[in-house]
């Protein structure tokens, strides 16, 4: 069975610098979609970032990117110009292209210092 | 565009007693899940659907059942309800690609 694990329970980071949030999976699939999801004190899941297990290049959203490293099964977000709105849980997840199962790590809190 | 629509927001049930969480999207996404989240936690799967007709066990199905008679609707039926099923219950859809979620029940047992 696959398994997401986020091995930061928490994280502070000074605002305006840049902070990286760790995430590893286990799984034998070759083909699967990895995400990462905010989740702010609201409850509101809100999608930050996803990568195609098959796509080589990082994905890359704004000031949210990637480091997807398939052969070492870890993929990490990165927040640069970190903002005082990104303060939230983040969480890893992945789904696999065999069963669309869908599984989450933990989660990483993540507070921003003003 | 109402997305997935959870109902109810907030419940507090009796132990032993029986509840059905509703959740229905209007996107005509064939994947729908359920997920629990405890507080401080990550969400865990308890069951999902790549259809109408078809459900399948996530990793915490014990306690919970599901049915899907229509692409649209997913609801989630606890048995007996106990302690340990506190916490915050959120249903997603998607197509292939990312979930989107509703807002979340808060459920408590005493």
């Known amino acids: 069975a696959q398994t997401v694990t986020q091995s930061q329970p928490e994280m502070s980071v000074q605002e305006a610098e840049t902070v990286t949030l760790s995430c590893t999976y286990d799984?034998?699939?070759?083909?699967?979609?990895l995400f990462w999801y905010k989740q702010p004190p609201s409850r509101q899941m809100i999608l930050v970032i996803r990568?195609?297990?098959?796509?080589?290049q990082n994905a890359t959203e704004n000031r949210f990117s990637v480091n997807f490293q398939k052969a070492a099964k870890s993929f990490s977000l990165k927040i640069s110009d970190s903002q005082l709105g990104d303060a939230a849980m983040y969480f890893c997840?992945?789904?696999?292209?065999?069963?669309?199962?869908?599984?989450f790590g933990k989660g990483t809190r993540l507070h921003i210092l003003p | 565009n109402a997305g997935v629509t959870q109902t109810p927001k907030f419940r507090i049930l009796k132990i032993g007693q029986s509840m059905t969480l509703q959740c229905t999207q209007d996107?005509?996404?064939?994947?729908m899940y359920w997920y629990r989240q405890d507080p401080g936690m990550g969400l865990k799967l308890i069951y999902y659907?790549?259809?109408?007709?078809?459900?399948d066990k996530g990793e915490v199905p014990n306690g919970y059942n599901v049915s899907r008679s229509t692409t649209e609707d997913f609801p989630l039926r606890l048995e007996l309800a106990a302690p340990s099923q506190t916490s915050v219950y959120f249903c997603?859809?998607?197509?292939?690609?990312?979930?989107?979620f509703g807002n979340g029940t808060r459920l408590t047992v005493t």
């Open positions: 799984t034998s699939e070759s083909d699967y979609y």
């Open positions: 997840a992945y789904r696999s292209d065999r069963d669309d199962k869908i599984i």
């Open positions: 996107m005509n996404h064939n994947y």
């Open positions: 990568q195609e297990a098959y796509k080589q």
């Open positions: 659907s790549v259809g109408a007709g078809i459900t």
């Open positions: 997603a859809s998607s197509s292939r690609a990312p979930l989107h």
